[in-house]
């Protein structure tokens, strides 16, 4: 635990003490808009990172509500640790021409994946093709394993917790000083 989480800790442990059944509705509301505020910046930060859409993105962060654990309160934000379909970052087929000898030009045939999940980092794979997958009925981007017609494996790149896990450090201090800020104002009207 960090020195700035342990004295957050202290100061909305004191002020639950402090007024007893009004604080707690004080401290949900401080925690509920911090964790809040923090899943729009790690929205943000985790498309950044990742070349998935902030739609997609948010629909796979959930806030979680206000609870108290032991003597203090707690909220935050939980993100889905499935993998993510490389078909969902951004991507495209690619198609070469088809070599008909003493045929014209213009007939085509899937050539593979180009597409990227770092933005800026793109790949391009001539083995890789799309396959539909049952089920859920979405697309999905494979690649051979072997002969046969389902020696194939669909390939996936992070979840959103994994890209998570990488930039919750860099929001924490800023959502730690936030807190902190509404914790000392709802202190002050407390002794006005």
Same mark, same amino acid.
């Given at each position: 635990?960090?020195?700035?989480?342990?004295?957050? %800790?202290?100061?909305?442990?004191?002020?639950? &003490?402090?007024?007893? %059944?009004?604080?707690?509705?004080?401290?949900?509301?401080?925690?509920?808009?911090?964790?809040k505020h923090?899943?729009?910046?790690?929205?943000s930060a985790i498309a950044g990172q990742?070349?998935?859409g902030k739609p997609y993105i948010q629909r796979h962060l959930r806030v979680l509500p206000p609870a108290q654990k032991g003597g203090s309160w707690e909220s935050g934000v939980q993100a889905t640790r499935r993998g993510v379909l490389l078909s969902r970052f951004e991507?495209?087929?690619?198609?070469v021409p088809k070599k008909?000898?003493?045929?014209?030009k213009g007939s085509t045939k899937h050539g593979g994946v180009t597409g990227m999940v770092k933005p800026g980092r793109?790949?391009?794979?001539? %083995?890789?093709?799309?396959?539909?997958?049952?089920?859920?009925?979405?697309?999905?981007?494979?690649?051979?394993?072997?002969?046969?017609r389902s020696a194939y494996k669909v390939l996936h790149g992070?979840?959103?917790? &994994?890209?998570? &896990?990488?930039v919750r450090?860099?929001?924490a201090p800023e959502l730690q000083d936030r807190a902190a800020r509404q914790v000392a104002g709802l202190l002050l009207e407390l002794f006005e």
């Open positions: 635990m960090s020195k700035a989480t342990r004295d957050m %800790k202290i100061v909305l442990d004191a002020m639950a &003490q402090l007024t007893g %059944k009004h604080s707690a509705v004080a401290l949900q509301t401080v925690l509920s808009d911090a964790a923090g899943r729009e910046r790690a929205v990742v070349a998935l991507n495209r087929g690619l198609l008909h000898p003493g045929r014209g793109r790949y391009t794979e001539p %083995k890789f093709f799309y396959i539909g997958l049952r089920g859920s009925g979405a697309k999905g981007i494979a690649v051979r394993t072997g002969k046969g992070p979840s959103v917790s &994994q890209v998570f &896990q990488s450090n860099d929001i």
